[in-house]
């Protein structure tokens, strides 16, 4: 199995001519992303075929784009016209007009448009210019962790703009060895998510407890300051807030998963034990909408890290169902809701048996995990669409 995930690279500081070429195209690419939109709202569609076919010619022609750059033009304008299309059936949604393009367009970089070129650690990004044989070169930036994941690097990528320096985000491709029978004695490590303790580990002797509550103020602030932003009708802050916020949340998943991670790598064989998400709207019932749709966001992201950054490590990942693994004595089995006394403590009514709350569901859902990896359970969480092409440009800065 392969996974693509988004890395996401500083272009080094370009010189006067290559910062004007990135500019030019960037004007270019926005120019012709509105075109393919302004198509897309006079024909009313938002196929792409249509769409290419409309205005592919005048692309070309008009703002002097690239076979592969105007083609990912007509791909920004298709999703951005689909957006809208999805908005519009939303019931919340009524008064949204036709979308228009911002400057933050970017340059959308087709696949056949560029090549990385390495020497050593140092890696350029050679982009073609249209004409054969002249490319422009922009050195990068890459941190030593991402080095050899940019060997992976394949795929349509794009070029933006942030406060003044130029990123260009590449899809890499992992391979992930899907989890095998391990030979051995594998050691199952249980993780429980929840919202008052964000991840509960539990291996054969180790429990690691990832407290969520400086999230819950971080959260907390941050929903303060949208409110009087939006008290403000300051919608582009408002905006800004949400970027803000998952951008945080995202390197705080990265810290976690990779502790996870870690942890795991410590046994010799071990075998990660993580619960289908199907249950986690259900989990946060009491909270707000808002609250209950972060939530599960952010815990579909710490699994989708937590499972690749294994899968790279050769970690075996199964996934099982966490019903019942909260109220369900881990020491005798006994399944009662007065198992648990409050949100943290569990005591079996039968047995007498007392742990930490989420402990008990973190080992009940270790001990599912023999079984999920006999019967070949699924290395994705069901209803995911993996990490094909990563987050949104937004989340990834
Ligand atoms: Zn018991």
Redesign the pocket.
């Known amino acids: 199995m392969v996974a693509t995930e988004s890395v996401v690279v500083k272009i080094a500081h370009p010189t006067q001519r290559k910062a004007a070429w990135l500019r030019e195209m960037a004007q270019a690419c926005s120019g012709a992303v509105q075109c393919a939109l302004d198509a897309a709202e006079q024909l009313r569609t938002s196929s792409r075929a249509k769409l290419h076919r409309a205005t592919y010619r005048e692309i070309r022609t008009r703002f002097g784009l690239p076979a592969d750059y105007a083609r990912m033009a007509v791909n920004a304008a298709v999703s951005l016209a689909r957006s809208y299309a999805g908005l519009r059936r939303s019931p919340h949604q009524h008064r949204t007009s036709f979308p228009k393009v911002n400057g933050a367009q970017g340059i959308g970089l087709g696949v056949n448009a560029y090549q990385l070129v390495r020497g050593g650690n140092r890696w350029i990004l050679r982009c073609s210019t249209g004409v054969r044989g002249v490319y422009v070169w922009l050195p990068l930036c890459v941190p030593s962790k991402f080095q050899e994941r940019l060997v992976g690097a394949h795929g349509d990528a794009q070029l933006f703009e942030r406060d003044g320096t130029w990123y260009v985000m590449l899809p890499v491709r992992t391979a992930t060895p899907t989890p095998t029978t391990c030979s051995g004695e594998p050691t199952f490590i249980g993780v429980d998510l929840g919202v008052v303790r964000l991840a509960t580990v539990a291996g054969s002797e180790c429990v690691r407890i990832f407290d969520g509550k400086a999230v819950r103020q971080q959260r907390e602030h941050y929903a303060d300051l949208r409110r009087r932003y939006q008290r403000h009708g300051r919608r582009d802050r408002v905006k800004a807030m949400g970027r803000k916020e998952r951008r945080w949340m995202r390197d705080m998943n990265h810290r976690i998963s990779r502790q996870i991670v870690d942890l795991a790598g410590a046994y010799e064989q071990p075998v990660i034990v993580l619960e289908r998400l199907d249950g986690i709207r259900e989990r946060v019932r009491g909270s707000t909408a808002f609250n209950r749709m972060l939530a599960s966001w952010a815990f579909r992201q710490l699994v989708e890290f937590v499972a690749y950054k294994a899968a790279r490590e050769g970690i075996a990942v199964v996934f099982v169902d966490p019903r019942g693994t909260s109220k369900t004595?881990?020491?005798?089995?006994?399944s009662a809701r007065a198992?648990r006394r409050d949100q943290g403590h569990f005591r079996?009514?039968?047995?007498?048996?007392a742990s930490n709350a989420d402990l008990n569901a973190a080992r009940n859902i270790a001990a599912l995990g023999p079984a999920a990896l006999a019967h070949g359970a699924p290395d994705t969480p069901p209803g995911e669409a993996g990490t094909e092409n990563g987050g949104s440009r937004s989340d990834v800065v």
């Open positions: 004595c881990h020491r005798c089995g006994h198992n079996c009514v039968a047995c007498g048996y």
